[in-house]
């Protein structure tokens, strides 16, 4: 897919946000400085290539997936490589969210220190892209482990934020086996500097494991001591040791992911339960108060017709003993439950001048509904011939709560 910039809807410092003018989706823009890598042809075949090998990884929760590459003179006129990357709206880069001192209300400026349960979701979480990167026989590169370079997306995600990029600068993206373990160590070397930044930020401007081990835990200080010596041949070899060593905390990291996961799906079956109600009103407001050329005015008012506009009454248009308008939102969710559901219970209905009155059960008002928007969707049909019909409100199965 080739993915031309065609409008810009937000910049930062490592590119901007562009939407495509070929799928009308937002992609992250990174431009190469042509002062310093001069666009060819052949640095745009290395480029797709490295897209083309990044591709099977495009779908991880922990890398920022690479789309594409492409040359463009759009921006200033003067051509450019690009590489574009999925867009996350929001996300923010580790430097930004945990390195760099926050302002208070009153306008000091507090260095604070980062909570260490955090630094072991980072770690658990880069440790996953490394483990598909790694096997999929390609390397972040330590400049892409940098602060700068990992975005936290929303809801605690992290994500490495510049796949590939790398790859095409130092043009060795086909490494030999002995070259290609040596970036994988480097990688943990990488990762293991980012935890000591990490650990050491409020604590002293030069990071080291000695101010680290003041306040952090020994477990920490140990998987970060073995990280750093990686490059140099020591500590863990591989991301298969490194997740050996994790298999505590993995389990912790999983039982907090599913807890994320249980206030999502209770959140979305509000609104699922909000759906229910909004298509019980919008068929009560399309039966009410019909004035249709081609109908009898008095349609909406008559046979099942006027059960419901009573019942719209009940729901809506309660009063208080005083006289006043009561606008109780629990009357209006409890009344429309139990008419989504069909229960037996009763109530009396009654007219606004009180002329009349009439005992009916909700069971009774769901099947008036029905039978009153089915002839309503009937006398719609023939006018909705050949064009764009609204959508079918199919009502809830009778004794759902």
């Not at 590119?15 to 937002?26: C, E, I, L, N, V």
């Not at 990071?207 to 500590?235: I, K």
């Not at 490194?242 to 907090?256: C, H, I, N, Q």
């Not at 729901?315 to 006289?323: A, R």
């Amino acid at each position: 897919m080739a993915a031309r910039a065609s409008r810009s809807t937000r910049g930062n410092r490592a590119g901007s946000a562009r939407s495509s003018a070929y799928d009308g989706q937002a992609y992250a823009l990174r431009r190469i400085d042509c002062q310093q890598v001069l666009p060819s042809p052949e640095l745009l075949n290395q480029a797709e290539e490295v897209v083309e090998a990044w591709s099977s990884l495009a779908n991880h929760p922990n890398l920022v997936a690479l789309s594409t590459a492409f040359i463009s003179s759009e921006l200033d006129g003067s051509p450019a490589l690009f590489f574009a990357h999925n867009y996350h709206p929001g996300a923010v880069t580790v430097t930004k969210a945990h390195l760099s001192p926050s302002v208070t209300a009153s306008g000091l400026t507090v260095t604070q220190q980062v909570p260490e349960e955090t630094i072991w979701s980072i770690l658990l979480q880069l440790t996953a892209a490394l483990r598909v990167v790694h096997s999929a026989g390609l390397a972040l590169r330590p400049a892409g482990l940098h602060p700068s370079k990992v975005l936290l997306t929303g809801c605690g995600r992290v994500r490495a934020g510049c796949v590939g990029v790398l790859d095409v600068l130092s043009g060795d993206l086909h490494a030999e086996f002995e070259d290609l373990s040596f970036l994988h160590r480097q990688d943990l070397t990488a990762l293991g500097q980012l935890l000591l930044t990490l650990s050491c930020f409020g604590l002293s401007t030069l990071p080291s494991l000695e101010v680290a081990s003041t306040h952090r835990s020994h477990d920490l200080l140990r998987v970060t001591a073995s990280l750093l010596a990686s490059s140099a041949g020591g500590g863990l070899a591989s991301w298969r040791q490194l997740a050996g060593v994790l298999a505590d905390r993995s389990l912790m990291e999983m039982e907090a992911t599913m807890a994320v996961g249980d206030a999502l799906v209770d959140e979305l079956s509000k609104e699922c339960e909000n759906g229910r109600l909004m298509r019980l009103m919008v068929k009560l407001d399309q039966i009410h108060n019909r004035t249709e050329e081609d109908m009898d005015p008095s349609w909406s008012e008559t046979g099942d017709r006027h059960l419901l506009s009573l019942f719209r009454t009940f729901v809506f248009h309660q009063s208080s003993e005083e006289g006043g308008p009561q606008l109780d939102w629990g009357h209006v969710v409890e009344t429309l439950n139990k008419l989504d559901a069909g229960v037996s219970e009763q109530i009396l209905l009654m007219s606004a001048d009180e002329q009349s009155m009439v005992v009916v059960s909700y069971a009774d008002i769901r099947t008036c509904l029905d039978s009153a928007y089915a002839e309503l969707r009937a006398k719609a049909a023939p006018a909705n011939k050949g064009g764009v019909a609204g959508p079918a409100l199919r009502p809830v199965a009778k004794g759902r709560q």
